[in-house]
């Protein structure tokens, strides 16, 4: 250091003397022409750096197996170190450029200090998005809620950072600074409110397993009813099953109800719970002559000879009415079903009967998850019911 002040001196010593300028612009001009040349020689750096340095080792890392590296390449990461060592050079070596204390070599500290703050804020945001990219790769990890947790990081560096920058401004010590912080924590609270309660509800979310990216989650009354895309501190974004996109607070999910379907469909099982509208004016007690036509159909034979063995009773030991065969028929139908689930509960019941007629619910699970497979299951499943209604004499109520 000493060295290179004798040579500041001695340039100022020459402007002085040999070509007759005042010691104060002497000064002036030495320092000048000295900053010149330390932003030369940083725009210099920068520029081999960009231009030279980065495509050289991005070509280097596009040999690799690995991916990372090619993330790390293809996102600003090196694009700010490029820019973070230039600029820490200019700062580091600026005292060069003046002789003792001088207000310009402080005002000029404090500008590429900030600057390079600013960067390093922006180089670890970049880091943390490369991080996320990674993850995106996988699979083990992909239902985890890491966007919010890399947000909150975000929020955190940008927090640290703006203190830093803020201190080296006012010339105090960032601890004064959050020391000060508890005073100001109302307006704080106020000003980071939708952050704050954001970040509550997401992670109550995640640490509940409420919800997680790729779920499927319905709230009618949100017009929500899609894939989870991603949960993020202010939006969980929604993708419906009409490809519009829906975005809704997280603090919404977690004061309102919804439903989610990520265990249905992990299990693999659906399950189909609807019911049929039966006129109770065509219920009746079947004739000898109707059960010899019904013996003829699917899984009936072994039904009516149970039935015959019983003294012409039913199991419970009812009367052998028509609505009565017709549930027997069901239950062996679904449990002959190709998609049957038969480690769930199934049944064939009646509910209590309505103006519009009795209802008969038919209750099981079937093997399939995706909504159009399962809809045609459905479809199948009530077309057989509909189409087998008048084999038993039955009739829907219809007004």
């Not at 992909?142 to 927090?159: A, R």
């Not at 409420?210 to 991603?230: A, F, R, T, Y």
């Not at 209750?363 to 998850?369: H, I, L, P, T």
């Amino acid at each position: 250091m000493d060295i290179e002040k004798s040579f500041v001196e001695k340039v100022a010593d020459f402007l002085e003397h040999t070509l007759g300028l005042s010691a104060w612009w002497a000064g002036v001009l030495d320092s000048i022409l000295v900053v010149a040349v330390l932003l030369l020689i940083a725009a210099f750096v920068g520029y081999a750096l960009k231009n030279w340095a980065v495509p050289l080792l991005h070509a280097l890392v596009k040999k690799t197996e690995n991916k990372w590296d090619d993330m790390l390449f293809d996102s600003r990461v090196a694009t700010y170190v490029s820019q973070i060592i230039p600029v820490y050079f200019v700062y580091r070596t600026l005292p060069l450029a003046f002789i003792g204390d001088s207000y310009w070599l402080y005002g000029l500290q404090k500008v590429f200090l900030i600057g390079l703050i600013a960067l390093v804020i922006c180089l670890i945001n970049a880091l943390i998005n490369v991080v996320g990219n990674i993850i995106d790769g996988k699979n083990a990890l992909k239902d985890h809620p890491y966007q919010l947790i890399f947000q909150v990081f975000k929020v955190i560096v940008f927090i640290i950072g703006l203190i830093c920058i803020i201190s080296v401004l006012v010339n105090r010590s960032p601890t004064v600074l959050l020391t000060g912080l508890g005073a100001s924590a109302a307006i704080v609270s106020l000003v980071f409110k939708d952050t704050i309660v954001g970040f509550v509800s997401g992670v109550q979310l995640s640490a509940n397993g409420m919800v997680q990216k790729g779920d499927w989650i319905s709230m009618p009354n949100m017009n929500v009813d899609g894939h989870v895309l991603e949960i993020t501190l202010h939006t969980v974004k929604v993708l419906n099953f009409d490809k519009s996109i829906v975005t809704i607070p997280p603090s919404t999910l977690l004061n309102s109800t919804f439903l989610n379907w990520r265990k249905m469909q992990k299990s693999g099982h659906r399950r189909i719970c609807r019911d049929i509208r039966i006129d109770v004016k065509s219920i009746h007690v079947c004739s000898a002559d109707e059960l010899r036509k019904l013996a003829a159909l699917p899984y009936m034979g072994g039904v009516l000879t149970a039935i015959k063995k019983n003294g012409y009773k039913m199991p419970d030991g009812g009367v052998v009415s028509n609505l009565a065969l017709f549930r027997e028929f069901m239950l062996q139908y679904i449990q002959h079903h190709p998609y049957f689930t038969p480690h769930e509960t199934f049944m064939v019941r009646q509910l209590p009967p309505t103006e519009l007629g009795l209802p008969v619910q038919i209750y099981f699970f079937v093997k399939e998850v995706r909504w159009e497979p399962f809809e045609n299951i459905q479809s199948g499943v009530f077309d057989h019911v509909y189409a087998s209604l008048p084999a038993f004499g039955l009739l829907p109520f219809q007004r």
